[in-house]
């Protein structure tokens, strides 16, 4: 398995960025799809963004698309998302997910179908 630990979270103004990573150990990291969750309270889980195994193609919830992007590192075993213009709606605790898959081109939203999860990093914007 894969354990996952996420970093970067804090407290931000409107309009800044935050630069979240999740590291990685374990498994041969380049075997996971990834992706970025956030629970704000009250609310159900919904997907933030995803990346394929290697990299090459990333997808983005419509609330996030344009102000938002993730990447990775494979040699490095950690997936970053890069949050600009921040909006007190984004305010959230984003968890990282790993979707173990054979199929390099796989691409998800469905948190049922990740295997891993980190324990989250709180995210707070003020306005």
């Known amino acids: 398995q894969v354990q996952l630990v996420e970093s970067g979270g804090g407290l931000v103004q409107a309009g800044g960025s935050l630069r979240l990573s999740c590291a990685a150990s374990?498994?041969?990291?380049?075997?996971?799809?990834m992706g970025w969750f956030r629970q704000a309270p009250g609310k159900e889980r919904e997907f933030v963004a995803g990346i394929i195994r290697s990299g090459t193609s990333t997808y983005y919830a419509d609330s996030v698309k344009g102000r938002f992007t993730i990447s990775r590192d494979n040699a490095k075993n950690t997936v970053y998302l890069q949050m600009n213009s921040l909006k007190p709606e984004d305010t959230a605790i984003y968890y990282c997910?790993?979707?173990?898959?054979?199929?390099?081109?796989?691409?998800?939203?469905?948190?049922?179908?990740?295997?891993?999860w980190g324990q989250g990093t709180q995210v707070t914007v003020s306005s």
């Open positions: 374990g498994r041969t990291f380049s075997n996971y799809a």
């Open positions: 997910a790993a979707d173990e898959t054979t199929y390099v081109y796989r691409r998800t939203s469905n948190a049922g179908d990740y295997d891993y």
